[in-house]
């Protein structure tokens, strides 16, 4: 059983910056493509970033491009998002998720692929 644990989240003004990690509980964490998704109040969830199992794969929203970077530390078991140029519009809570693949580059943008989830971080963005 994988558990993946956000932090990091907050208040932040708009255009601030802060860096969600996310924890995992696993023993091969690069055995592992991660991604970072979004719900905000009376919407859906929706994908944010996503990276592959080295880390030298990435795919972002298209509104987040330029603004967020994610990354990820395979000998920490942590996937990072950091956040830049914060805007009102990112307020939401922030999801880590993960799920087991063969292939070194692959990456995903939805969310029914990703087997493993956490339990969010609250971001919001005042203006």
């Known amino acids: 059983q994988v558990q993946l644990v956000e932090s990091g989240g907050g208040l932040v003004q708009a255009g601030g910056s802060l860096r969600l990690s996310c924890a995992a509980s696993v023993r091969t964490f690069s055995n592992y493509a991660m991604g970072w998704f979004r719900q905000a109040p009376g919407k859906e969830r929706e994908f944010v970033a996503a990276?592959?199992?080295?880390?030298?794969?990435?795919r972002y929203e298209d509104s987040v491009k330029g603004r967020f970077t994610i990354s990820r530390d395979n000998a920490k078991n942590t996937v990072y998002l950091q956040m830049n140029s914060l805007k009102p519009e990112d307020t939401a809570v922030y999801y880590c998720?993960?799920?087991?693949?063969?292939?070194?580059?692959?990456?995903?943008?939805?969310?029914?692929?990703?087997?493993?989830w956490g339990q969010g971080t609250q971001v919001t963005v005042s203006s």
């Open positions: 998720a993960g799920t087991g693949v063969y292939s070194f580059n692959y990456v995903s943008t939805t969310a029914a692929e990703y087997e493993y």
């Open positions: 990276i592959s199992r080295r880390g030298d794969n990435t």
